[in-house]
């Protein structure tokens, strides 16, 4: 079933944005502290790359399980993930449901509030759960020579260890005006910025090693610059109509990261596209065949030993 559907899948992605963006755009409330009618476009263009950038994970996670193997994908990458994606999934949380935090916002932005909006909170747990399928499949499937790196280890334990120290500092010491929740939050925030100007690095170098993007999606690299530049231009535009651009400078995450992915996702197209083209085809055909004669050769060997038996 989802082989056959595999041919379809640039027009059945472009449609699940466009149905998921207008559908809960105009479904959902919009965001009331946008005047309208931009308050209505913004909700439409904040769904839509909610859809786009929940859409990355899928078509590398439908390539590993076709392929049964996650050679050409970096596993630092998907490991740096989770870190900035729990860290990015309490940020949106707190700042969205949070009546504590969204009052401490207030009171440091001349009481113009956050604009983390529900699209943002559903995204983020969406994030957490595909990259924690992606881990799973980096454990059962054919890894080739790749392991986890020493750096990835020590930078993710490094993240960690900070997080929970200046968290247990919030606790331990309330009333101070550095150690506060919202502090807190913006640390993870930075954390997860952090996360993803080093993420991508990893899998540039590796398809630079292997001249090759075979294994790498590159359908997740085109849904990822679709959603970085739908969610600058909401940015931009929220920003403009309500005249608060604290909406840049006081959640600069959101922002940057919109920038950092098409950065990184124009390198990975020129590698797929410019640098790599005809590799990619000749080596993702030489792999589907080496699998079949696997296990072509498997089904000979289990056949032999049955009949010895």
Not at 158 to 177: D, G, K, N
Not at 182 to 201: A, C, D, E, H, R
Not at 237 to 250: R, V
Request: net charge negative; proline share 4%.
């Amino acid at each position: 079933m989802l082989l056959a559907l595999a041919p379809y899948g640039a027009s059945l992605g472009l449609g699940i944005i466009l149905v998921v963006g207008l559908g809960l755009g105009f479904a959902l409330d919009a965001n009331a502290s946008v005047p309208p009618p931009f308050n209505r476009v913004s909700s439409v263009i904040g769904w839509m790359y909610f859809a786009s950038w929940s859409l990355t994970f899928w078509p590398q996670i439908f390539l590993n399980w076709r392929r049964q193997s996650v050679e050409g994908m970096a596993i630092d990458f998907q490991v740096y993930n989770i870190p900035g994606f729990v860290g990015y999934a309490i940020y949106n949380g707190c700042f969205y449901w949070n009546p504590a935090v969204q009052a401490e916002y207030k009171a440091l932005h001349d009481g113009h509030p956050n604009n983390v909006q529900i699209n943002d909170v559903f995204f983020a747990f969406h994030a957490l759960a595909a990259t924690c399928i992606t881990l799973y499949q980096c454990t059962i499937y054919t890894r080739g020579t790749q392991t986890v790196s020493l750096t990835c280890w020590v930078l993710t334990a490094a993240s960690i260890v900070v997080c929970a120290a200046f968290y247990a500092l919030t606790l331990l010491w309330p009333t101070s005006e550095l150690f506060t929740l919202l502090n807190f939050l913006y640390l993870l925030s930075y954390i997860k910025l952090g996360v993803t100007l080093i993420k991508y690095t990893p899998q540039v170098y590796l398809n630079y090693q292997r001249e090759s993007t075979v294994g790498y999606s590159i359908w997740g690299v085109l849904y990822d610059i679709i959603g970085g530049i739908l969610s600058i231009g909401q940015t931009l535009m929220d920003s403009a109509t309500t005249d608060d651009w604290s909406a840049i400078t006081g959640n600069p995450v959101k922002f940057a990261l919109g920038f950092v992915v098409v950065f990184y996702d124009l390198v990975f197209m020129t590698q797929h596209y410019v640098l790599y083209p005809c590799g990619d085809a000749v080596e993702e055909v030489q792999f589907l065949l080496k699998n079949q004669r696997r296990s072509s050769l498997s089904a000979v060997q289990e056949t032999t030993f049955l009949i010895h038996v």
